[in-house]
């Protein structure tokens, strides 16, 4: 069956960093963009990063631009995130999250989701 | 940036019908997609383009969407509908994905 299943997840300093993994299986993931969402404790889900079906586009939300950065391996049904120099509103459990077909990473409706991997920054 | 604003919570009884408002600048312009999610769980796909309900949803989940304000309507309330209700846009001005303040729907 469709399912993603990420990992990477940990508790982290300030100012390190962190690459958070998701593995698809039961759909063609070559043919979907791939969304990353996180959820802070107690709060709803904020968008994070979006990367195209083909990898050509990529938008980030304005509180990681410059920080995060979104990846795909469609040989290996593998989607990204680099996190680097988190903060303390870094913490959040991570979800990756599936767009659409033979999306630019615009418009898109989130219909599959992840379990989700906890990212704790702390000293 | 764009803002979609939901009421903190909803109460109805069981057999009734919830409505869940959505509000945000011309949000009719938009689409507008649903999502449910209990506590522990990752959030779950129920009104996707307003008003379209995906494989597996129960047709008591409906959707609207007009002017400033999208609606989320549950018919026929049961226990297991109780959750955490948000509503998402794509906004096309920013390029970002927005997500509303989410509504506790609780089952009386």
């Known amino acids: 069956q469709v399912q993603l299943v990420e990992s990477g997840g940990g508790v982290v300093q300030p100012g390190r960093s962190l690459r958070l993994s998701c593995a698809a299986s039961g759909f063609t993931f070559s043919t979907y963009s791939m969304h990353w969402v996180r959820q802070a404790p107690g709060k709803g889900p904020e968008w994070v990063a979006v990367i195209s079906y083909n990898g050509r586009n990529k938008y980030y939300a304005d509180s990681v631009k410059g920080r995060f950065t979104i990846s795909r391996d469609n040989s290996k049904n593998t989607l990204s995130l680099q996190t680097n120099s988190l903060r303390a509103e870094d913490t959040a459990v991570y979800y990756c999250?599936?767009?659409?077909?033979?999306?630019?990473?615009?418009?898109?409706?989130?219909?599959?989701w992840g379990q989700g991997t906890m990212v704790t920054v702390s000293s | 940036s764009y803002v979609l604003t939901q009421p903190p919570s909803v109460s109805v009884a069981p057999g009734k019908t919830a409505s869940i408002t959505c509000g945000g600048n011309?949000?009719?312009?938009?689409?507008v997609h649903w999502y449910l999610q209990k506590p522990g769980q990752a959030p779950v796909l129920v009104i996707e383009f307003d008003r379209d309900r995906p494989s597996g949803i129960p047709e008591r989940f409906s959707g609207s969407n007009s002017g400033n304000t999208a609606t989320l309507t549950i018919s026929r309330v049961e226990a297991g509908d109780e959750a955490d209700y948000f509503c998402q846009v794509w906004d096309s001005s920013s390029d970002h994905y927005v997500f509303g303040t989410g509504t506790k729907v609780t089952v009386l």
């Open positions: 999250s599936r767009g659409g077909v033979d999306s630019p990473g615009t418009h898109d409706v989130f219909d599959i």
């Open positions: 011309s949000i009719g312009s938009k689409s």
